[in-house]
């Protein structure tokens, strides 16, 4: 075999003279009758190769030459030369041309089902993924794999420099309730026993903490099999953290250095100090604990001002819960978001639509009223050609002027109201905000190269919440994140049963949100075992199912645990921000359709039943 002196990608007029050998695939070629033009690929690119009888090419290289076609792979000897035809500027090698006098087809295609190329059309994903190997050729998808891995190293150096170890944990683990359904892993060896597939390092990096590992670091395979959603795969990567002897604030810098460090050397881009915001005011303001702030479109708690309307639904509304504190997700709440431009750009059956939109978030519907007159007032204030278009006009009207400064509203403003209680009215306002700002083309298009770039630490969230459909406590990060200091006395003397106070309960935990999305999630952990007893008493374990889940974890705390905090970065969403894709499956190699099949490999698949029988199984599965 001719074995290459150069890629593809690497010749320049320097090399014009030389004799070279290049391997790769025919990405076209032209036969202009005893004349072949090729261009050859690889990774690193493309190299126009021309058989010229003329130029020495003998009769049976010129019989093989015409014969190729698009993705067969050859290899070759020839001169290097400035280009006959002319320079092609769209080509970093467009300088140069090779006179081939040597030719070695290494392997010919089969006819393939569709060509790596970015030019045309993509066929349809399935038959990308079904045949992966040759989607994977195209220019596109290398350059993600080289964004992926610069990515992973700079990950690695980085951490590498700030002293952390890197350690590989199991993937056949324990079966633990850490939030998702697990992947169950029967064995031969234990009858009616399974592994589970870990959903994340969490407790290993934990006791590695335990084991005086001080800095840890992996980028790990996690597996959580969740229901299908278009940007979620059942098993995707973390990368993932964990330090001893540190606050809140050490972590918060070492991650925000970590950030910092990974745009400037992936992207070339500064990434400013990043903001800290309260989850208390996230759901205030923007009525999600990943605000998007990109587009104003702020949130208003408007209750007080509704509660002056004759008004039965806002009334009854404010009635529910009355007595609860403030953010209790059972207090009635009216709540109020402000469209600068909306009253021209939503039309009527944009805003009826969000009736039905909110609905699916368990809101009864959106009131809806614009703003019209002359634009030339401050926000707040009244105007006397000022009208309000609403199907609410008989209440709002005897309070124009209340309403027009409760929403700081002005001419030309819709202003979306939402009733409901505290969680049903924050969640609907908050999905609807990003629906508004769509319909608005505020939204940006998703990590666009070049695109503003707006990170957020989101803090202070809540230990607990309750499940929707169980009604029963559930950890909001996991159960192993700790109160924050100053409430650790508050949770320890908390009585399981007293709702209000467990819901107020703030955690120590921490989510590093870019442009709405969150991409990496983390917590100082609880290394007291009466305060992860406590947790787990508060999730519904008895002290029984705590130790059959979790002895290895409590036994762990009880022999000399030092306090440590960790956090974990999607990686697949941070490759996603970096090359502007919204399809998670364009970042990973060899993914898995929404419903988890391989379509190359077609996993998974049935297996005979003497497999079966040797790892003690039975399927239940109608055949
Ligand atoms: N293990 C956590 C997760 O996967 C991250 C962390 O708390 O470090 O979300």
Same mark, same amino acid.
């Given at each position: 075999m001719l074995i290459r002196t150069h890629t593809c990608g690497q010749l320049r007029d320097a090399h014009v003279g030389q004799t070279v050998r290049l391997n790769g695939w025919v990405n076209s070629y032209r036969d202009h009758g005893n004349l072949v033009f090729i261009d050859l690929r690889d990774r690193y690119g493309l190299t126009q190769l021309v058989f010229d009888p003329d130029d020495g090419a003998l009769a049976e290289m010129m019989a093989a030459a015409d014969k190729l076609r698009n993705e067969d792979v050859v290899a070759c000897e020839g001169k290097v030369r400035a280009r006959i035809g002319g320079e092609n500027p769209k080509l970093e090698t467009g300088k140069i041309e090779i006179a081939v006098t040597r030719l070695d087809v290494l392997a010919k295609t089969e006819n393939p089902p569709f060509l790596p190329d970015d030019v045309g059309n993509l066929p349809n994903e399935e038959l990308r993924l079904a045949h992966r190997y040759i989607d994977l050729r195209r220019p596109s998808m290398q350059r993600i794999l080289g964004t992926r891995h610069r990515i992973t190293q700079t990950t690695r150096r980085y951490f590498d420099e700030n002293g952390f170890l890197e350690v590989e944990t199991p993937i056949l683990y324990k079966s633990t309730p850490e939030g998702a359904r697990e992947f169950l892993v029967p064995t031969r060896h234990v009858p009616g026993s399974f592994y589970a597939l870990p959903q994340s390092p969490q407790l290993f990096k934990q006791i590695l903490m335990v084991a005086g590992c001080d800095r840890y670091m992996q980028i790990c395979r996690c597996f959580r099999d969740e229901d299908p959603r278009a940007d979620r795969q059942a098993e995707f990567t973390q990368i993932d953290l964990e330090m001893s002897f540190v606050r809140r604030d050490q972590i918060m810098e070492m991650m925000e250095g970590f950030v910092r460090r990974l745009w400037k050397d992936v992207a070339g881009v500064e990434v400013p100090t990043v903001r800290r915001m309260s989850y208390r005011d996230a759901m205030e303001d923007y009525g999600i604990d990943?605000?998007?702030?990109?587009?104003?479109?702020?949130?208003?708690?408007?209750?007080?001002?509704?509660?002056?309307?004759?008004?039965?639904?806002?009334?009854?509304?404010?009635?529910?819960?009355?007595?609860?504190?403030?953010?209790?997700?059972?207090?009635?709440?009216?709540?109020?978001?402000?469209?600068?431009?909306?009253?021209?750009?939503?039309?009527?059956?944009?805003?009826?639509?969000?009736?039905?939109? /909110?609905?699916?978030? +368990?809101?009864?519907?959106?009131?809806?009223?614009? &703003? =019209?007159?002359?634009?030339?007032?401050?926000? $707040? @204030?009244?105007?006397?050609?000022?009208?309000?278009?609403?199907?609410?006009?008989?209440?709002?009207?005897?309070?124009?002027?209340?309403?027009?400064?409760?929403?700081?509203?002005?001419?030309?403003?819709?202003?979306?109201?939402?009733?409901?209680?505290?969680?049903?009215?924050?969640?609907?306002?908050?999905?609807?905000?990003?629906?508004?700002?769509?319909?608005?083309?505020?939204?940006?298009?998703?990590?666009?190269?070049?695109?503003?770039?707006?990170?957020?630490?989101?803090?202070?969230?809540?230990?607990?919440?309750?499940?929707?459909?169980?009604?029963?406590?559930?950890?909001?990060?996991?159960?192993?994140?700790?109160?924050?200091?100053?409430?650790?006395?508050?949770?320890?003397?908390?009585?399981?049963?007293?709702? /209000?106070?467990?819901? +107020?309960?703030?955690?120590?935990?921490?989510?590093? &949100? =870019?442009?709405?999305?969150?991409?990496?999630? $983390? @917590?100082?952990?609880?290394?007291?075992?009466?305060?992860?007893?406590?947790?787990?008493?508060?999730?519904?374990?008895?002290?029984?199912?705590?130790?059959?889940?979790?002895?290895?974890?409590?036994?762990?705390?009880?022999?000399?645990?030092?306090?440590?905090?960790?956090?974990?970065?999607?990686?697949?969403?941070?490759?996603?921000?970096?090359?502007?894709?919204?399809?998670?499956?364009?970042?990973?190699?060899?993914?898995?359709?929404?419903?988890?099949?391989?379509?190359?490999?077609?996993?998974?698949?049935?297996?005979?039943?003497?497999?079966?029988?040797?790892?003690?199984?039975?399927?239940?599965?109608?055949?």
């Open positions: 990943r605000p998007d702030t990109r587009y104003d479109l702020k949130i208003k708690d408007i209750s007080e001002f509704a509660g002056t309307l004759d008004f039965a639904i806002f009334k009854n509304t404010l009635e529910k819960g009355k007595d609860r504190p403030a953010f209790n997700s059972k207090k009635g709440v009216v709540k109020a978001m402000r469209v600068p431009g909306g009253a021209e750009k939503l039309t009527r059956k944009m805003t009826d639509g969000y009736t039905e939109f /909110v609905k699916g978030f +368990g809101a009864g519907g959106v009131a809806v009223v614009k &703003v =019209l007159g002359s634009p030339a007032v401050p926000a $707040g @204030s009244l105007a006397d050609d000022m009208k309000l278009d609403t199907g609410i006009a008989k209440f709002l009207e005897p309070k124009k002027a209340e309403f027009i400064a409760a929403v700081g509203a002005q001419p030309g403003d819709t202003v979306l109201f939402v009733a409901d209680t505290y969680g049903v009215a924050t969640k609907a306002i908050g999905e609807l905000r990003q629906k508004v700002a769509r319909d608005m083309g505020l939204m940006p298009r998703p990590g666009a190269e070049g695109g503003p770039l707006h990170f957020l630490w989101v803090v202070d969230f809540p230990m607990f919440e309750r499940n929707k459909d169980t009604g029963k406590w559930v950890a909001m990060h996991h159960p192993f994140t700790s109160p924050r200091d100053d409430q650790m006395q508050a949770f320890l003397d908390a009585d399981v049963e007293d709702e /209000v106070t467990i819901e +107020g309960i703030v955690s120590a935990g921490y989510d590093i &949100v =870019l442009n709405g999305q969150e991409i990496a999630g $983390g @917590s100082v952990r609880i290394h007291d075992k009466a305060v992860q007893s406590k947790v787990f008493q508060l999730l519904g374990m008895t002290p029984e199912q705590a130790k059959e889940k979790f002895s290895f974890l409590l036994e762990a705390l009880s022999f000399g645990a030092p306090p440590h905090a960790g956090i974990a970065f999607g990686l697949d969403r941070l490759v996603m921000n970096f090359v502007g894709t919204d399809n998670i499956r364009d970042v990973i190699a060899f993914p898995k359709t929404q419903i988890g099949a391989d379509l190359m490999t077609k996993a998974p698949s049935p297996v005979p039943d003497n497999q079966l029988k040797d790892v003690h199984v039975k399927s239940i599965a109608a055949t």
